[in-house]
């Protein structure tokens, strides 16, 4: 109801605003009248566009009082006020609640036993597909190559290849890292960092060396 | 100044005279506009009517300052102001008649300004208004640069019903009625942003005062100067508004990835955020929840264990028992958004997978601090594609949550962002090699 009363006003305020304009200057209304049009339509264009955000704001508010669950008085002022203090009990709540959670995480009994039935199944799985390791560099521009690594899969053996493409100076520009049947797929378009352009034999080498390396590294910690 | 040719005694005929005179002393169509754009509407009416009636009403200082600013011929238009305005009724009816004979527009323009001025309410005689209508006056008292050219583009008629709501109280003791204004309203000219209800302020430069308020919100002051005054008692209208400023910024605070700083955002960042909240809170809940039924399954498991030797029947119808209650059904999605200045991250979980989106704006190469959060987080990568878009890196990341772990949507997307911004921020400026 305000609102539309608030519309209908203003209606009838540019309405006169216009008349004004054009009809008091009587002598010079010839002179002015372009300007006297732009600037109502301006006005009237500026009237609409501030009506718009004023009903934009308006809107927004009544999804906000809909939204808190516990309003006050019904004043613009009070609504923010209550939206603020129910974020704050929102925010506690979840806070209370993951406390709780950490809390029965770090009492809980659950066993370790899941991580090491998986790397068994991996292993199992990898062999029984025939897929085997595979290390294979190929070179495409320059300093750049296609790097495509199968490796067993295990916990954190992504983060290794990464780091493993850092050390050597490598920078992906397109990767793409698949899992299935235990085995994971690494796949990616690199570009050599540094200046000396490496031989493909030899980032094959590294690759292989390093991971015949990550094997032997232990499986992390679950924390 | 339009007064000068509406009034009663005046000569309809020379009214092109006046116009001239009008024209004179330096006026421009833009000043008038300028004015005018701001205020929606009467409020411009009011302020050029209580211009020339305290013109008309202070003649003494006034005089002087007219007679500097106009010419001669204005000057002798002035005791024609004196003698001849009104301070009834009857008058008006005569004004009412005079625009018609000048113009049927100007006629239009006046009985519809009349009619929206009667509609909108804003002359009605309610003490809130009438005081406020003293301040405009008063502030000329002091200003000596009245600007009479500012005035043409109104109908004079619509003065008029001002006038004689305002005359009543006797002109000489104006002042003294200034002097005695409610508190809370200040004399504008002493006080530049002065603010009675409504939010009249005084232009220092040339004198014009506006109302910020639009005749609409005549009716609706009333309701909060009740409600604000019953309430908070806030001594001005500014600091109600300064104070519902500070209220937007706290709350503009207190969400996490604000965007622009206007008030229609900072309400519809709040809803995102308080729908985000609430998710969060359930999930946390579905998994408490699951949380204690697992536990009290393997205490179960255990008691049953140590039991089984003795009897196992009935362990067994037990059990089954127990685990139906404690089974949640309950299924755990939750959906995040985190924005940060170079980077975005979304964050989306099913059960137990967790898909995750990264862009961020192209510096370093990311992927090996977001591998090894992952890790940290026990998130099992199953699947990863992404890589250099032109100035970004988009990455996006399946993963599935490795049994036993209770990570959160909200833990990790702000996690996520958080690294990420760390590093990208540590990372000193590097030239990126393009492909």
Same mark, same amino acid.
């Given at each position: 109801m305000?609102?539309?009363?608030?519309?209908?006003?203003?209606?009838e305020?540019?309405?006169?605003?216009?008349?004004?304009?054009?009809g008091?200057?009587?002598?010079?209304r010839?002179l002015?009248?372009?300007?006297?049009?732009?600037?109502?339509?301006?006005?009237?264009?500026?009237?609409?566009?501030?009506?718009?955000?004023?009903?934009?704001?308006s809107?927004?508010?009544?999804?906000?009082?809909?939204?808190?669950?516990?309003?006050?008085?019904?004043?613009?002022?009070?609504?923010?006020?209550?939206?603020?203090?129910?974020?704050?009990?929102?925010?506690?709540?979840?806070?209370? &609640?993951?406390?709780?959670?950490l809390?029965?995480?770090?009492?809980?009994?659950?066993?370790?036993?899941?991580?090491?039935?998986?790397?068994?199944?991996?292993?199992?799985?990898?062999?029984?597909?025939?897929?085997?390791?595979?290390?294979?560099?190929?070179?495409?521009?320059?300093?750049?190559?296609?790097?495509?690594?199968?490796?067993?899969?295990?916990?954190?053996?992504?983060?290794?290849?990464?780091?493993?493409?850092?050390?050597?100076?490598?920078?992906l520009?397109?990767?793409?890292?698949?899992t299935?049947?235990?085995?994971?797929?690494?796949?990616?378009?690199?570009?050599?960092?540094?200046?000396?352009?490496?031989?493909?034999?030899?980032?094959?080498?590294?690759?292989?060396?390093?991971?015949?390396?990550?094997?032997?590294?232990?499986?992390? %910690?679950?924390? | 100044?339009?007064?000068?040719?509406?009034?009663?005694?005046?000569?309809?005929h020379?009214?092109?005279?006046?116009?001239?005179?009008?024209?004179? %002393?330096?006026t421009?169509?833009?000043?008038?506009?300028?004015?005018?754009?701001?205020t929606?509407?009467?409020?411009?009416?009011?302020?050029?009517?209580?211009?020339?009636?305290?013109?008309?009403?202070?003649?003494?200082?006034?005089?002087h300052y007219?007679?500097?600013?106009t010419?001669?011929?204005?000057?002798?238009?002035?005791?024609?102001?004196t003698?001849?305005?009104?301070?009834?009724?009857?008058?008006?009816?005569s004004?009412?008649?005079?625009?018609?004979?000048?113009s049927?527009?100007a006629?239009?323009?006046?009985?519809?300004?009349?009619?929206?001025?009667?509609?909108?309410?804003?002359?009605? %005689?309610?003490?809130?208004?009438?005081?406020l209508?003293?301040?405009?006056?008063?502030s000329f008292?002091?200003?000596?640069?009245?600007s009479?050219?500012?005035t043409?583009?109104?109908?004079?008629?619509?003065?008029?019903?001002?006038?004689?709501?305002?005359?009543?109280?006797?002109?000489?003791?104006?002042?003294?009625l200034?002097?005695?204004?409610?508190?809370?309203?200040?004399?504008?000219?002493?006080?530049?942003?002065?603010?009675?209800?409504?939010g009249?302020?005084h232009?220092?430069?040339?004198?014009?005062?506006?109302?910020?308020?639009?005749?609409?919100?005549?009716?609706?002051?009333?309701?909060?100067?009740?409600?604000?005054?019953?309430?908070?008692?806030?001594?001005?209208?500014?600091?109600?508004?300064?104070?519902?400023?500070?209220?937007?910024?706290?709350?503009?605070t207190?969400?996490p990835?604000?965007?622009?700083?206007?008030?229609?955002?900072?309400?519809?960042?709040?809803?995102?955020?308080?729908?985000?909240?609430?998710?969060?809170?359930?999930?946390?809940?579905?998994?408490?929840d699951?949380?204690?039924?697992?536990?009290?399954?393997?205490?179960?498991?255990?008691?049953?264990?140590?039991?089984?030797?003795?009897?196992?029947?009935?362990?067994?119808?037990?059990?089954l028992?127990?685990?139906?209650?404690?089974?949640?059904?309950?299924?755990?999605?939750?959906?995040?958004?985190?924005?940060?200045k170079?980077?975005?991250?979304?964050?989306?979980?099913?059960?137990?997978?967790?898909?995750?989106k990264?862009?961020?704006?192209?510096?370093?190469?990311?992927?090996l601090?977001?591998?090894?959060?992952?890790?940290?987080?026990?998130?099992?990568?199953?699947?990863?594609?992404?890589?250099?878009?032109?100035?970004?890196y988009?990455?996006l990341?399946?993963?599935?949550?490795?049994?036993?772990?209770s990570?959160?949507?909200?833990?990790?997307a702000?996690?996520?962002?958080?690294?990420?911004?760390k590093?990208?921020?540590a990372?000193?400026?590097?030239?990126s090699?393009? &492909?």
């Amino acid at each position: 109801m305000d609102m539309e009363f608030l519309k209908s006003e203003l209606n009838e305020l540019a309405i006169t605003d216009h008349q004004r304009l054009t009809g008091g200057r009587m002598g010079r209304r010839k002179l002015e009248d372009d300007d006297d049009n732009n600037n109502k339509e301006f006005k009237s264009k500026n009237l609409q566009a501030e009506r718009r955000r004023r009903q934009k704001l308006s809107d927004r508010l009544l999804t906000l009082r809909s939204l808190v669950p516990i309003i006050t008085n019904m004043n613009k002022a009070t609504i923010i006020d209550d939206a603020i203090t129910y974020i704050q009990e929102l925010q506690k709540t979840s806070q209370v &609640l993951s406390e709780q959670l950490l809390e029965m995480e770090g009492s809980s009994e659950e066993s370790v036993m899941p991580m090491k039935l998986e790397i068994d199944v991996a292993q199992h799985d990898m062999k029984k597909c025939g897929i085997k390791e595979e290390v294979k560099v190929s070179n495409i521009d320059g300093n750049k190559f296609l790097i495509k690594i199968i490796v067993e899969k295990k916990r954190g053996c992504f983060t290794q290849l990464v780091e493993a493409m850092n050390y050597l100076g490598f920078e992906l520009s397109e990767t793409n890292v698949t899992t299935f049947s235990g085995a994971m797929l690494f796949s990616s378009c690199v570009q050599g960092k540094y200046g000396d352009t490496l031989m493909v034999e030899h980032i094959e080498e590294l690759l292989s060396e390093m991971m015949k390396s990550m094997k032997k590294i232990p499986n992390l %910690p679950l924390n | 100044m339009k007064v000068y040719e509406e009034s009663g005694c005046f000569d309809p005929h020379s009214i092109p005279d006046c116009q001239e005179l009008m024209g004179l %002393p330096g006026t421009t169509p833009t000043n008038c506009h300028n004015s005018l754009e701001d205020t929606l509407n009467v409020s411009s009416y009011n302020h050029h009517h209580h211009e020339d009636a305290s013109a008309a009403l202070d003649m003494e200082p006034h005089q002087h300052y007219l007679l500097d600013n106009t010419t001669n011929s204005h000057s002798h238009l002035i005791p024609y102001l004196t003698q001849d305005l009104p301070y009834d009724q009857s008058h008006w009816e005569s004004f009412n008649v005079l625009p018609s004979s000048s113009s049927p527009e100007a006629a239009a323009a006046a009985a519809s300004a009349a009619a929206a001025a009667a509609a909108a309410g804003a002359y009605t %005689p309610t003490p809130d208004l009438l005081s406020l209508f003293h301040l405009p006056r008063c502030s000329f008292l002091p200003n000596p640069s009245i600007s009479f050219e500012t005035t043409p583009g109104s109908p004079s008629v619509v003065y008029d019903p001002l006038f004689h709501l305002n005359l009543p109280p006797q002109p000489p003791v104006f002042r003294e009625l200034l002097q005695s204004l409610p508190h809370g309203y200040t004399v504008p000219a002493d006080d530049k942003d002065a603010a009675g209800v409504g939010g009249l302020y005084h232009d220092g430069d040339n004198g014009i005062i506006q109302f910020t308020r639009d005749i609409s919100m005549a009716g609706r002051a009333k309701d909060r100067d009740k409600a604000g005054k019953t309430t908070k008692h806030f001594a001005t209208e500014r600091e109600r508004r300064v104070h519902l400023n500070d209220k937007y910024q706290a709350l503009r605070t207190m969400v996490p990835s604000p965007t622009k700083n206007d008030r229609a955002s900072i309400v519809g960042d709040a809803i995102d955020y308080i729908k985000e909240l609430l998710g969060t809170v359930r999930e946390l809940q579905i998994l408490v929840d699951k949380k204690r039924c697992g536990q009290e399954r393997s205490k179960r498991l255990k008691t049953e264990d140590a039991a089984s030797a003795a009897d196992a029947g009935d362990v067994e119808i037990k059990s089954l028992g127990d685990t139906e209650q404690c089974y949640n059904t309950s299924l755990r999605s939750s959906w995040l958004q985190r924005k940060s200045k170079d980077s975005e991250v979304d964050v989306r979980i099913v059960d137990d997978e967790v898909t995750i989106k990264l862009v961020q704006r192209k510096k370093i190469n990311c992927l090996l601090f977001v591998s090894r959060l992952l890790d940290e987080l026990q998130l099992d990568l199953l699947h990863v594609a992404g890589g250099n878009i032109g100035d970004y890196y988009s990455f996006l990341f399946n993963t599935k949550i490795y049994e036993g772990s209770s990570v959160y949507a909200c833990a990790i997307a702000n996690k996520l962002i958080d690294v990420v911004d760390k590093q990208y921020a540590a990372a000193p400026p590097t030239s990126s090699t393009s &492909l």
